[in-house]
């Protein structure tokens, strides 16, 4: 099977002030075609630093694709990397150095002079057109590997992707194919998924799954590999299957699904309305209802009462109940769902009071203590959470688990 690796170039990378979307967006593409990202390294603008790349990416895999520093200044370097790690010398190419000048020329532009770097080629490497820029790519065989040197730019290296290097790629791997599906869970944390799947998570095994925790959610990637695209799909629907089966309602979805788009479809689907009450979540509840598209067939009204004075004011919580119980209660948790309610006429409501931290705690009250009640006015239903994390992965754990607690309800 043809593997890739990617190597991203620049001390700008490294020190955090540019994020490299490259990396994602070439891992993406190459999926596409079944040819899967086994590594990859980023470098900062050094030749003997790129060269190293260079070999421990060719020791991973059989494309090899770089990004960046194909620019015309002194700390843009790839170019003599290439030449290095191929042991050629640069040449100049004239048919390059005259569309680098015809590229200033057409905008009323005299080329500097650094700029000629630019039309420098390792000998034997084939250069790559750039529509957008002034730095052609570079694409190199060594050692059975091919190797690719794109800019760094992305709309640049976009372009030169798709038109110059992904149609080599997409032959390259004609006899190989990778799907990956996703299925989406929340309810129960990665270990304990882990254990209800058993030996379907064990290394080496085709389709591989792997996890990842986000926020409460736990996403299950199933990778199928094989000879054609229809046989490996046929493996990743197989094991969809019987991810479902195991796991059941901890199921949400699948893809790019969110908590708030599944939830908002059944309301949608059922002629339901949905309002919420917050306290330590800040109105993110609210916010993640509303982000998906057609949020206002089902959302009708959101609350932050962050004080108790608000809590009693707007929805209607008897103060003597905060003063006997505590803003962080069942008991008030299920008023403020019951007064969002009935205040905005609503089929179902959510009322979440709790402790986000830092500060705040208490030995009887840690933080993280989040309270949430699901009221449909049939019903009222709260569930106590002892949550980790920041105050931000709390606020977020909290409200993703506000929504998936009205999934389940909505199930039944």
């Not at 990665?190 to 792997?210: F, W, Y």
């Not at 840690?366 to 309270?371: F, R, S």
Request: charged content about 20%; overall charge negative; hydrophobic content about 40%.
């Amino acid at each position: 099977m043809k593997k890739a690796s990617i190597v991203s170039i620049g001390n700008e990378l490294l020190s955090g002030q540019t994020i490299d979307t490259n990396i994602g967006y070439l891992s993406r593409e190459l999926l596409s075609i079944g040819v899967p990202v086994v590594s990859s390294y980023t470098v900062g603008d050094e030749i003997a630093a790129i060269v190293r790349a260079l070999r421990l990416a060719g020791g991973d895999a059989d494309i090899i694709l770089v990004t960046g520093g194909l620019g015309p200044t002194d700390d843009d370097v790839t170019r003599q990397a290439f030449a290095e790690f191929l042991g050629a010398e640069l040449e100049i190419r004239r048919e390059l150095l005259e569309e680098i000048q015809e590229f200033f020329t057409r905008r009323g532009l005299e080329m500097p002079e650094i700029n000629r770097i630019q039309a420098y080629i390792p000998a034997g490497a084939k250069a790559l057109a750039n529509k957008l820029g002034t730095a052609p790519g570079i694409m190199a065989e060594a050692n059975g590997k091919v190797f690719v040197a794109m800019p760094g730019v992305p709309s640049e290296m976009k372009q030169m992707f798709a038109e110059s290097v992904l149609p080599g790629m997409r032959q390259l791997a004609s006899a190989q194919a990778v799907v990956v599906r996703k299925v989406r869970c929340c309810g129960a944390g990665e270990s304990a998924i882990a254990e209800m799947l058993g030996d379907l998570m064990q290394r080496g095994r085709n389709p591989l799954i792997n996890s990842t925790p986000e926020s409460g959610i736990i996403t299950l990637h199933i990778i199928a590999t094989a000879e054609s695209k229809s046989a490996a799909e046929q493996m990743a629907e197989e094991d969809e299957r019987l991810l479902r089966k195991l796991l059941g309602t901890l199921v949400y979805g699948t893809g790019e699904q969110s908590l708030a788009e599944v939830v908002g479809a059944e309301l949608t689907r059922r002629g339901k309305s949905i309002a919420v009450a917050e306290s330590c979540t800040g109105g993110l509840t609210a916010k993640l209802l509303t982000d998906a598209s057609g949020a206002s067939n089902y959302f009708m009204q959101g609350w932050v009462t962050y004080s108790n004075d608000a809590k009693t004011s707007l929805l209607g919580v008897p103060k003597g109940l905060i003063d006997r119980c505590g803003a962080v209660s069942e008991e008030v948790a299920r008023a403020m769902a019951q007064g969002a309610r009935d205040n905005a006429g609503s089929d179902y409501a959510i009322g979440i009071t709790g402790i986000a931290g830092p500060t705040g705690g208490t030995e009887q009250k840690p933080v993280g203590l989040v309270y949430i009640c699901i009221d449909s006015g049939d019903e009222s239903e709260v569930s106590r959470c002892q949550l980790s994390g920041t105050r931000e992965s709390i606020r977020l754990r909290a409200a993703q688990t506000a929504l998936n607690l009205l999934r389940l309800q909505l199930m039944y």
